[in-house]
């Protein structure tokens, strides 16, 4: 039997490596980004949350989303964006989004409730008088903001405020291809993509980490006919662009070293006027929504290939114009235009194949156009 005094140092030695462990474990928890930057702003955990964006009553809305049932239920009510409402984004850590008004040319901030999801008002930045901007990203690091100016055929770049979300300009708007149509940064903040609507091709960028500035990559890659929008999937290395003018869906592979694409395979068929895309969180399914038919078409991606299949194609309401998936990648939402409604739908989770769970109506004279989530 050991002594009193064996068992007094072992209780000490124990109580030691408790306390060890315990400083271990709120060392973890402050460096929720698992990048060694003790950011801990991922440790807030904001329920799943759409955002909608207004472009008839030029608006933005919020609603949280039901994990069970995919049930919408609207926080406060919407704030004030710009004329034209055409594009939302929010930031990986869930704190800002970012609207891109069309008509009004400008980009309105927001900042988020990380408990709630709910919106406050920041302000607008102005993009230059007949720029119309139609898309907006954020860096995956959540320093920069990147805006596609249809017109003008420019990117404008600007600085993230990391207190309050403000956006600063960089420099002045860089020329890009014809008429982008689309924006996006890959998940290493290395590189943006641009999707050139008037001369069938993708532009690709280095970022520079300090600044947010670009400087091209290689020459642009060919695409199908009148390209709408592009995602690039989580985790595999591969990004797909819908062609509105052909009805295709190209995919690509991505050098995570250059960020060159690569084609992969053949262009896949989509219905009449296929315009945005989206990836379930897990990178395993792939959504377009078709404008002209008022349809969504789901498709499984090869994992090891990047390759779509067709799943299933189901009904929207009229006038479909862009799709999300919750953040638990059980549910998808479509916002229709001029049916005024947002359309809910379940995704099964072996095949990627949706199923209508219902519609909510917007009111009259909304015009809902854009959508985005939580992470």
């Not at 030691?16 to 474990?25: P, Q």
């Not at 404008?156 to 420099?171: E, K, P, R, W």
């Not at 219902?358 to 909304?366: K, V």
Request: glycine residues 8%.
């Amino acid at each position: 039997m050991p002594s009193s005094q064996t068992v007094f140092h072992l209780s000490r030695i124990l109580f030691a490596v408790l306390i060890l462990m315990l400083i271990a474990c709120a060392d973890n928890g402050s460096d929720a980004n698992g990048d060694g930057s003790g950011n801990s702003n991922n440790a807030i955990v904001t329920p799943p949350t759409l955002y909608v964006a207004n472009s008839t009553a030029g608006t933005l809305a919020a609603f949280s989303i039901d994990a069970t049932t995919g049930d919408l239920t609207e926080l406060g009510t919407p704030l004030a964006a710009g004329s034209s409402a055409e594009a939302v984004a929010v930031d990986a850590d869930n704190r800002f989004a970012y609207v891109a008004n069309r008509l009004a040319n400008t980009v309105t901030a927001y900042s988020i409730d990380q408990t709630t999801g709910e919106l406050a008002s920041i302000g607008s930045v102005n993009v230059g008088d007949g720029t119309r901007p139609t898309s907006v990203a954020v860096d995956p690091l959540g320093r920069f903001v990147y805006v596609a100016n249809l017109v003008n055929s420019t990117v404008s770049i600007y600085n993230i405020d990391q207190t309050t979300g403000a956006l600063t300009i960089v420099g002045t708007p860089m020329a890009v291809g014809t008429n982008p149509r689309n924006v996006k940064v890959d998940q290493t903040s290395s590189f943006l993509y641009v999707v050139n609507m008037g001369d069938n091709t993708i532009s690709t960028y280095s970022i520079n980490q300090s600044t947010g500035t670009l400087t091209e990559i290689g020459t642009p890659v060919a695409t199908g006919t009148n390209p709408y929008s592009m995602v690039i999937a989580p985790n595999n290395g591969f990004a797909y662009v819908v062609n509105q003018g052909s009805n295709s869906v190209s995919s690509f592979s991505i050098n995570q070293s250059t960020g060159v694409l690569t084609g992969v395979g053949s262009p896949v068929s989509a219905s009449a006027s296929p315009w945005p895309i989206t990836v379930d969180p897990l990178g395993r399914f792939a959504y377009v929504v078709n404008n002209s038919s008022n349809t969504i078409t789901a498709y499984s991606i090869d994992q090891s290939t990047g390759e779509l299949t067709s799943a299933n194609t189901v009904s929207t309401e009229t006038n479909p114009h862009s799709v999300a998936v919750d953040p638990s990648g059980k549910f998808v939402f479509v916002p229709n235009t001029s049916s005024e409604t947002i359309s809910r739908y379940r995704i099964d989770q072996t095949t990627g194949a949706l199923s209508l769970l219902g519609s909510d109506n917007m009111g009259i004279n909304i015009g809902p156009y854009a959508v985005a989530t939580t992470h």
